[in-house]
Nanobody, 124 residues
Framework: QVQLAESGGGLVQAGGSLRLSCAAS????????MGWFRQVPGKEREFVAF????????YYADSVKGRFTISRDNAKNMVYLQMNSLKPEDTATYFC?????????????????WGQGTQVTVSS
């Protein structure tokens, strides 16, 4: 069992930056993958970024590539999402998640554990 808790959301102006954190508790294996998703009310939960707990296999949604950076700190059981050059369309609730599966994981259904989310609002 894995528990996840996000933090770091808030209100920021367009062009600004935020760093989201995800604290993980429980047993995390190097093969596990950590993902960030976001969701706007009335829309599907959208993939943002992924990193393998071992540190490899990093990838991003096209919409955030070059602006967002995912990273992890194994010693602290933390995953981060550094978000720069934020745009109003980045406004959403952001969730971190864990997948026990291998390979390319960009679908909500591929993930086994989820946090409660943290709100990010970008004003224009």
């Amino acid at each position: 069992q894995v528990q996840l808790a996000e933090s770091g959301g808030g209100l920021v102006q367009a062009g600004g930056s935020l760093r989201l954190s995800c604290a993980a508790s429980g047993r995390l294996f190097s093969s596990y993958g950590m993902g960030w998703f976001r969701q706007v009310p009335g829309k599907e939960r959208e993939f943002v970024a992924f990193i393998r707990w071992s540190g490899g296999n990093i990838y991003y949604a096209d919409s955030v590539k070059g602006r967002f950076t995912i990273s992890r700190d194994n010693a602290k059981n933390m995953v981060y999402l550094q978000m720069n050059s934020l745009k109003p369309e980045d406004t959403a609730t952001y969730f971190c998640a864990v997948t026990r599966g291998l390979g390319y994981a960009t679908k909500r259904s591929q993930y086994d554990y989820w946090g409660q989310g943290t709100q990010v609002t970008v004003s224009s």
